[in-house]
């Protein structure tokens, strides 16, 4: 059995994360970070691993944290060469995380790995937040060495049942001056087409930066972008925009997240920039 890690820093996705319990959690080599899915979001839910491009792969190590109590967790594990379309490499079945869990896979060339988890039996409350994952490792046969990187898969559909689903993103903007923006909020969605999102815009702009305006545009996929209301950040302040907003869209549509901005520039405004969209498909 090969004994590097092939998924060891590779882009993750997750359908949906708790608040700083990101993908990239179970992928940075550390157990006392961890890959949480949304707090009491529905099942299933699913984080899944990039490998860059096709490797041999023939075993699974899944981690908790050493110091958390034992857990099952159920799950299905699926591989796919373009990260839409996914095949079932192991059916889904129940594994004891004590901490650690290893799954051996059919032998199989893939690209990504997505594990898809429909329970957890933890003890007390474990169960009831969620899928925990503190270490996603795969390994292939003896040899088998990272690839290089091939072209950018799309970014996976992220499904929101009805509940709750935890948003963070942001970004830094340097057109005149560094300004970090950061969003953080929940989605929530009513199974019958309503959504609502709350939560807060921070703009934190530094000593030498000019004017930043800032705004969370929305909307459906196929609909105009919203607004939200505005907030300004300059010469080392910082500002808070509370964001709740709400609407309407057909199950099965994608809603689309971003943040806008635009800075004073020496000889009047520069131009909007945006952030990458968030896209969560409704279920």
């Not at 041999?56 to 159920?74: E, I």
């Not at 799954?103 to 409350?125: H, K, M, Q, W, Y």
């Not at 072209?151 to 830094?172: C, D, I, Q, R, S």
Request: net charge negative; hydrophobic share 35%; charged share 25%.
């Amino acid at each position: 059995m090969g004994d590097i890690d092939l998924a060891a820093g590779r882009k993750m996705w997750a359908s949906s994360s708790s608040s700083g319990k990101g993908p990239e959690m179970a992928a940075d080599g550390l157990l006392h970070t961890w890959w949480e899915s949304a707090y009491k979001a529905p099942f299933p839910q699913w984080i899944q691993v990039d490998l860059g491009s096709r490797r041999s792969v023939r075993r699974l190590v899944l981690k908790l944290r050493d110091d958390w109590p034992a857990q099952n967790q159920t799950l299905t594990v699926e591989g796919s060469d373009d990260g839409t379309a996914f095949t079932t490499l192991v059916a889904s079945a129940r594994y004891d995380f004590a901490p650690h869990a290893a799954i051996d896979l059919p032998e199989t060339s893939t690209r990504c790995i997505r594990l898809v988890f429909t329970a957890n039996n933890g003890p007390g409350p474990w169960g009831e937040r969620g899928a925990f994952l503190s270490g996603f490792e795969v390994y292939g046969p003896p040899g088998e060495q990272p690839g290089e990187t091939g072209p950018a898969l799309p970014e996976p559909k992220k499904y929101v049942g009805p509940g709750e689903t935890y948003l963070t993103f942001g970004t830094n903007r340097s057109a005149a001056g560094i300004v970090h923006l950061y969003f953080k909020g929940e989605l929530r969605w009513d199974g019958e087409g309503g959504y609502t999102i709350n939560g807060r815009l921070d703009a934190t702009a530094g000593r030498e930066s000019r004017r930043a305006t800032v705004w969370l545009e929305y909307g459906g996929e196929n609909e105009s972008w919203k607004k939200s209301a505005e907030t300004e950040a300059a010469n080392g302040t910082s500002r808070t925009l509370a964001i709740n907003l709400s609407g309407k869209l057909a199950t099965g549509e994608k809603l689309e997240l971003r943040l806008g901005t635009w800075q004073g520039v020496v000889l009047g405004i520069g131009g909007v920039e945006y952030t990458d969209k968030q896209q969560y498909t409704i279920s």
